[in-house]
């Protein structure tokens, strides 16, 4: 019985090439079978002109093709490296003694570059090179099978590139899989959002999605996986069955930079994170994104990366809800302008860092007390205005302290008009100290502590330590989260989803957003002009 492994067959567990008369066969460097998306969409490479075995090479081609096999090798690609366990050529490679393979295996091209003794069981396209006795056989065998016979492609925008792009791309999604190895089961995801969630979970295997807690228990113990849950949606029960039968739960969150349209109205998420140590929303016990602030190395490329970043969300008005509106106008009053921002009232952050404030009314008392001569306003959290979730406040109740109500105007035009920013525990205050505003923390959000705010809750002992701007920016949005392209549907580093949400700000609609906007109109209308929601 013959599998299909990325365009390659697979016979007793062996990969082979077919026949001249049969499809080529697949590139060496090859895409995952990303979940959801075509293999045409996510192809970084297919089988070019046809293409003669090398016989000799230029210095530079040497060095060229060494280069490519020292890559390959560190970052443990090429051939199936998504698959897990066993299956994987690269554990094969890693284990003891010699390796047989056919003539035109690729599992014994990986081990010859990696360094095995490979016994060529047959003729065949690599082992011809490897045996005709000729200087630099590997150089040319890569040269010839991996440079001169393929071509490359930008899976996100199409355009030809390199080997050395395609090899950039590949170890990029090794790097993605690898930190989802483990996780078997998702629950607690909404069927509108699924896919994304699976596109960006993916570990290289199935992933499972459950309902139930005795399904998610049951499914992780069979799997021997840990449990991604989204905590808001956590079926009654699940960290203690989880417990009981050793399986690990991890908490799954919206990412920083979200979509262009609100979570509550049902857009799906193009980022999201997974913190396998706590939640970096909780503030009395550390999380993956706080150990990764503080050890974020003093990395020049890494750095240099995160200030483009910085400049690409400032230049391109990028947010976390990159929606639309209005320009903000700045008012002409000499006074000091500041931001207060609100929140969702029952938010996980809110009900873990509040650090006493007792919701938004509260926060605006309290930046008033603290900028009794500025020119405050006040901007609702946009769930909250949508109707979907707590925390409304009547306009008059609000203007009894600020100066200003503003909604419909996006929340990159304000930090750029304002001169500091109040928050509680909002990525508003983040996403100011990235536009250079003055930060106020009234509560313990991630990003405080580390010497870049001015704090008036009590301080984490945990952090203290200080840290740059693009080093906090390096942690939080490119270490941190996982990110996935709107228009492919593959994994994407941000700098691709910063350019998709520039190119299209306004979120598609669909029936369900329809819907769910309605519903919130309901809602608010419900509430009445001066109630709470």
Not at 153 to 178: C, K, T
Not at 295 to 318: C, F, H, Q, S, Y
Not at 406 to 435: K, Q, Y
């Amino acid at each position: 019985m013959n599998e299909r492994d990325g365009g390659v067959f697979s016979r007793d567990g062996k990969l082979w090439a077919p026949d001249d008369d049969m499809k080529a066969p697949a590139p060496i460097l090859r895409s995952p079978p990303f979940p959801g998306t075509p293999a045409a969409v996510a192809a970084v490479s297919a089988a070019g002109t046809a293409a003669s075995a090398r016989t000799s090479l230029s210095a530079q081609e040497t060095e060229r093709a060494r280069r490519i096999m020292r890559d390959i090798v560190a970052e443990r690609i090429g051939g199936a490296f998504w698959a897990a366990g066993g299956s994987s050529p690269w554990t094969r490679i890693a284990r003891p003694g010699p390796i047989a393979a056919h003539g035109d295996e690729e599992l014994g091209l990986l081990g010859w570059m990696a360094g095995a003794e490979i016994a060529w069981t047959s003729p065949g396209r690599f082992a011809d090179i490897a045996k005709d006795g000729l200087p630099d056989p590997l150089e040319r065998a890569v040269t010839t099978w991996l440079i001169d016979a393929v071509d490359y492609r930008d899976p996100y925008s199409g355009r030809p590139v390199s080997i050395e792009a395609a090899i950039e791309q590949l170890a990029f999604w090794a790097r993605a899989i690898e930190r989802n190895r483990g996780i078997a089961v998702a629950v607690g995801i909404a069927g509108w959002k699924r896919r994304e969630v699976e596109a960006m979970l993916w570990p290289g295997e199935p992933l499972i999605f459950a309902r139930s807690t005795d399904e998610a228990v049951r499914n992780a113990v069979a799997a021997r996986g840990a449990i991604a849950v989204w905590p808001s949606k956590a079926p009654r029960g699940l960290d203690e069955a989880a417990a009981a039968r050793g399986i690990t739960v991890h908490p799954v969150e919206d990412g920083f930079l979200r979509s262009a349209g609100l979570g509550s109205d049902c857009h799906p998420p193009h980022s999201i994170i997974l913190d396998r140590t706590g939640i970096h929303l909780d503030p009395t016990r550390t999380s993956d994104l706080e150990a990764m602030i503080a050890a974020t190395p003093d990395n020049p490329v890494l750095l240099a990366r995160a200030e483009r970043l910085m400049r690409d969300l400032i230049d391109k008005g990028i947010s976390k809800y990159a929606s639309g509106g209005r320009p903000y106008e700045r008012p002409v009053s000499g006074r000091r302008i500041v931001l207060v921002a609100g929140q969702v009232e029952d938010d996980l952050s809110v009900r873990l860092g509040a650090a006493g404030v007792q919701g938004n009314l509260d926060l605006i008392r309290r930046a008033r007390a603290v900028e009794p001569d500025a020119y405050l306003i006040f901007k609702p959290h946009p769930d909250v205005d949508a109707g979907h979730r707590r925390g409304r406040i009547a306009d008059a109740q609000a203007l009894d302290h600020v100066d200003a109500v503003v909604r419909d105007v996006p929340m990159a035009s304000l930090l750029d008009s304002v001169d500091a920013v109040h928050v509680l525990t909002s990525l508003t205050g983040f996403e100011a100290l990235i536009r250079g505003c003055e930060v106020v923390t009234h509560g313990q959000p991630f990003y405080a502590g580390w010497g870049l705010t001015r704090d008036l809750a009590p301080p984490i002992e945990r952090r203290g330590q200080n840290v740059t701007k693009a080093q906090l920016v390096a942690a939080t949005l490119i270490l941190y989260p996982r990110y996935l392209d709107p228009v492919t549907k593959l994994p994407c580093p941000p700098e691709i989803l910063v350019e998709r949400l520039a190119a299209q700000p306004e979120p598609q609609e669909t029936l369900l957003t329809r819907l769910r906007r309605f519903q919130g109109r309901l809602r608010r209308g419900f509430a009445g002009a001066g109630g709470r929601a």
